[in-house]
């Protein structure tokens, strides 16, 4: 029994599957794909279910030896002696019972270690994927959707193999063991009672068919459900904000009212197969058992052959019955293989495919030649990008909501592959870096800075790769001017952050994102917007820090305000994905154009500003 500890199991399992290989237009050839590694002990589960069935069909024989031989014939296996064959018996029975108990009990351990083993192992390769398939994928997919995959398919599939397909496994033995006794009892009856079957296969499959449709429907209102609620508790300083609770308590009821009535729809087909295989099982086994009982009143059968006969019916019936619950509950575990399938068949990015200079340095030379970039065929997002960014340079970004500047920095690290023209980093192809190296070389500062629910310390060092001593990480925090706030904290730097950050400001926010960025130094920065959120004091401190950031870096500045923008080497104006202007701050300053319309706006309403400002003073 040693085999069934888990440690020992272990061994016969490898700890990783790349599910990719289970991909197959055939259900269950996917889903037998997926055992792989498991199959000795999926195949120990079913030997002791044919072990166990066999025990309890000799259980009934055993019971007819009995009665037939024992009592009746007096045909004792001890001749003359009735209390040691009593004793016999009775100890075969419990012998029986003890091997069916004891086999049974293996196969569901075998079976339990299986569905688990597979499922731990699809749960890590689904976290590992999802990780890495490309960012058009996550754009077009909600959070929602991809939790309900990974977590109400997954357990689906789980109970497939723990449940569902064993049970099937021990309804066709049980069937083929008890119909064998059966027709060796006698071959009347042994056919008789098989009448129902194929009622009940016909029944099950039609049933099969429309609840795989109907599953698969509740399942995608599960999905809206969890992405409206995922939605709701991502944004519910908005929510609350707007005062949009009776708004959103009303879309969340729509939605899960919905999910309510294809729910239903599924429960009523379900409790429309019960009575129709409950009335066809029973009629079955009230005519059998009237048939075996007019044989054997008429001698046909004996005593113990009738009462084996029940015994037998009993387990060749029901399982039957259970076979077309199952065939049914196994729907399920179809549709879930199909939504699980649908995230393993996603192309991942290849991170690693390419050059990787290692350490040899980046120096941070740009250029745009004719650069066009689409997310969609024939929906052109930019359009003739050409420009050069020499090492250290400077570059603003200025432009509307949707000209194109944050997705004309999504090519650097390769988010996203330009569609036409050329970009070369240092002189070489873009596309011949590989992602790995280039997302290396390169800092992102975004404009809603993430943190993890970790330790502040954890959050700085996050993605450094390498093993960093706290005077390093102090280092890089006072040069984003959070030393001092971080060490205001009772725990400093192992004071754990909130989901998102909460347990922080959004300027503190900003700055611990500057300094996991100092502590990567990379030779290409990205700044999008990263002080639009802040208040001017705040925004002040962040400055600080990220000029401190940017010496000697190669920098891109996504920015709305000019004044962001002044000191920069180079300023692209963008509109409808087009460069509509380019130059220093001087030089466009002294041209007509969007820049010179911007600038004066914001320079009008900041007199106006400080004019309402001074006068209420």
């Known amino acids: 029994m040693r085999f069934m500890k888990d440690d020992m199991a272990s061994l016969t399992a490898p700890q990783s599957f790349d599910f990719r290989k289970a991909l197959n237009t055939n259900r269950l050839l996917g889903l037998w794909h997926m055992l792989t590694g498991f199959r000795p002990a999926y195949l120990v589960a079913v030997a002791s279910l044919a072990v166990a069935a066999t025990a309890k069909t000799t259980t009934f024989l055993l019971l007819r030896y009995f009665v037939d031989d024992v009592l009746d014939k007096k045909d004792y296996l001890f001749p003359g002696n009735l209390s040691l064959t009593l004793a016999v018996i009775g100890l075969g029975f419990l012998g029986l019972a003890a091997v069916e108990g004891s086999f049974s009990f293996l196969s569901g351990r075998m079976a339990s270690y299986t569905a688990e083993g597979i499922i731990r192992r699809l749960r890590n390769f689904l976290f590992d994927h999802i990780q890495r398939l490309e960012f058009s994928y996550h754009s077009k997919t909600s959070t929602g959707e991809l939790i309900e995959r990974c977590t109400s398919d997954v357990d689906a599939l789980r109970r497939f193999f723990s449940e569902q397909a064993i049970g099937v496994g021990r309804i066709i033995l049980l069937f083929s063991i008890n119909f064998a006794a059966l027709f060796s009892l006698n071959k009347k ?21 429309r609840l795989t449709k109907a599953y698969e429907a509740y399942q995608e209102q599960e999905a809206i459900l969890s992405t409206t609620l995922q939605e709701n508790l991502t944004g519910v300083r908005v929510v609350k904000a707007f005062a949009r609770q ?4 009303k879309k969340f009821e729509k939605d899960n009212w919905e999910k309510f009535i294809r729910g239903r729809r599924l429960l009523r087909m379900h409790s429309l197969f019960w ?10 086994m009230l005519g059998g058992f009237f048939l075996a009982a007019t044989m054997a009143i008429k001698g046909t059968i004996s005593v113990g052959d009738y009462l084996a006969y029940v015994g037998l019916v009993v387990w060749l019936i029901w399982p039957m019955r259970n076979l077309g619950r199952l065939i049914v509950q196994t729907s399920t575990g179809m549709v879930s293989y199909k939504r699980v399938m649908e995230i393993v068949k996603q192309p991942r990015e290849a991170l690693t495919e390419g050059k990787d200079p290692g350490q040899t340095a980046t120096q941070g030379e740009l250029v745009f030649q004719d650069v066009s970039f689409a997310y969609e065929e024939n929906e052109p997002i930019l359009q003739g990008i050409s420009f050069r960014c020499l090492p250290g340079q400077v570059v603003a970004l200025l432009g509307s909501t949707g000209s194109g500047k944050t997705s004309l ?10 569609t036409g023209g050329s970009i070369t980093l240092d002189g070489v192809e873009l596309r011949e870096y590989s992602r790995e190296y280039l997302r290396s070389q390169i800092g992102i500062v ?14 700085i060092t996050y993605g450094v790769g390498r093993d960093i001593s706290q005077a390093e990480v ?45 502590l990567k130094n990379p030779r290409i920065l990205i700044l999008d917007d990263s002080t639009s959120s802040v208040d001017t004091e705040t925004e002040a401190f962040i400055r600080e820090a990220l000029e401190c950031l940017m010496e000697t870096r190669t920098t891109f500045i996504i920015a709305h305000r000019i004044q962001s923008v002044m000191s920069a080497d180079l300023i692209l104006v963008l509109d409808k994905g087009k460069v509509v202007q380019m130059g220093t701050h001087a030089e466009l300053l002294s041209q007509e154009g969007m820049y010179r319309q911007i600038y004066d706006l914001q320079t009008r309403i900041d007199d106006e500003v400080e004019k309402e400002v001074s006068s209420a003073g």
Do not use: M
């Open 189 to 209: 009856l042994a056919l008789f009672s098989i009448i129902v079957v194929p009622v009940i296969i016909v029944t099950s499959i039609w049933f099969f068919k």
């Open 446 to 459: 975004e404009q809603e800075p993430f943190l993890f629910s970790r330790t502040i310390r954890e959050n």
């Open 409 to 418: 920095v999504n090519l650097l690290p390769r988010f996203y592959d330009y």
């Open 275 to 284: 009575p129709v295989s409950d009335i066809a099982c029973g009629a079955q």
């Open 246 to 249: 009776e708004y959103e308590r």
């Open 474 to 518: 102090e280092e890089a925090a006072s040069a984003a001017a959070v030393h001092d706030v971080i060490q205001g904290f009772p725990d400093g730097y192992d004071t754990l952050v909130g989901e998102k950050g909460v347990t922080l400001s959004g300027g503190q926010k900003q700055r611990v994102t500057i300094a996991r960025t100092l």
